[in-house]
């Protein structure tokens, strides 16, 4: 019956055959379900890529959908293992020895002697161990956590570069088309003679530098879709339809500093590193106590070849002469200390970060706000440049002086917008906050 039993327990074997990894190719047919995202802005997102994909649809597909944060989920699987297995008794041990004699002799019988034992040590050991697991498996489940967030900013971030790239190779892409009429000009009063090549040097340098520009552009963008490709599980052929403002906030000062109170409460990273010094300290406390003797303990019963039974107990155990597990202990003493440090430096430095990202926040919406006025007047000049130089009554090089100027200004103006969102969600993933609004009422921020 105990055969039975343990038998119907046994675990048993099952093939998977390895994927091909192909990626989504049609985002549309992807659905996420929402209640299990790490942030609660993104649980009340409306997730529907029937329109495109917005910001907060990019940051929620990410989670979802990212190859690498599903190989961490595998990797939380095997630690709870671990932690499981941690908890788990010893199997006690079984011995068994049965002597036969050579040549039957009158009086004396087969002897026999069968026991049982079970690890003391082991036992005493079993709630530090398991203490170190659990703890353990929550560091791995908050390492999960905080990479989800740090997905969430890459893809924020690079939904933020595709967006700006398209922007500028739109710009570049106007620029190089109403500089073809310019360049055949001058290429044709050079031809005539009407013009020497120092004097031409400018105009057909201005739609060169253009059309070089605008390929550069190009490589940059592909590039930065295929990261965002990447980063999305998506098949390098899959469209990528975004839509929507860049990610946008603006915390007052207030908010930092209440968020600032509470953030070793509720960053996943520090929370991690918490968790990784409990499980230390189980460890710690396990090698000292496994300084004492190692103990173990059984019962046997036994008969010699006389045929007298006999039953008993046994009892080994190490003595404490040399060893006394100091090694041990001295090594988890110095790793609680150095994951002391490591944890103290965490968050001296994320609050030094935030301070620095703070100063820079006003800075860089004062730079903004004067890139997007310079951008505008300027663009207001070249329109007017361009009706005087299409009527004859503005020269060339003039002409093409104010479209430089103008094509810079605008340039400048979505660096500007891309260095502030940059800002923005550094700030909220170092912040870890989850009441900051965004200045966009068009992009969720938790």
Known sequence: MACAVWLTGCATYSPMPLGEGPGAKDVTQLSVD??????????????????????????????????DLKV????????????????????????INQEYLTHPVPGYVTSY???????????????????????????????????EWQTIAQARLLFNQVVSLRDQQQRLA???????????????????????????SAGLNAYADASKRLSDGTVQLLQAEHD?????????????DLVGESFQASPTPDQVEVALASLPQRRPDLLALQAGY??????????????????????????????????????????????????????????????KDDYENRVLTTRNDIRQLMLDQDTLARQREQSQTQSTRLDEARRAAESAWQKGLLDWPTYLAIRANALSADMDAITARDQQSQQAIALETLLGSTDLQPSSASTSKP
């Open 278 to 339: 409990k499980a230390q300290e189980a460890t710690l406390r396990g090698a000292i106590r496994a300084q004492f003797p190692a103990l173990t303990f059984g019962v046997d019963r036994q008969k010699d070849n006389s045929g007298v039974p006999s039953h008993g107990i046994n009892i080994g155990f190490t003595l404490p002469l040399f060893d006394r597990n100091r090694g041990n202990i001295a090594i988890e003493k110095a790793t609680r200390q150095q994951l």
């Open 228 to 240: 965002l490709r990447l980063l999305l599980g998506l098949a390098p052929e899959a469209p990528l």
């Open 113 to 147: 002697a069968y026991g049982i034992s079970e690890d003391i040590t082991s036992l005493l050991l079993r709630s530090t161990r398991k203490a170190a697991a659990n703890a353990q498996a929550d560091q791995v489940n908050l390492d999960l956590l905080w990479t």
């Open 72 to 95: 961490m989920r595998d990797q939380l699987g095997v630690a709870r293992a671990q932690s499981f297995a941690a908890g788990l008794l010893p199997d006690p041990q079984i011995s």
């Open 174 to 200: 106007a620029e190089q088309a109403a500089l073809l009429p310019v360049d055949g000009y001058v290429r044709k009063a050079l031809q005539d003679g009407n013009l020497t090549y120092d004097a031409a």
């Open 34 to 67: 929402t209640s299990t995202m790490p942030l609660p802005a993104l649980r009340t997102h409306r997730f529907d890529l029937s329109h495109g994909m917005d910001a907060t649809d990019v940051a929620i597909l990410a989670v979802a959908n990212n190859p």
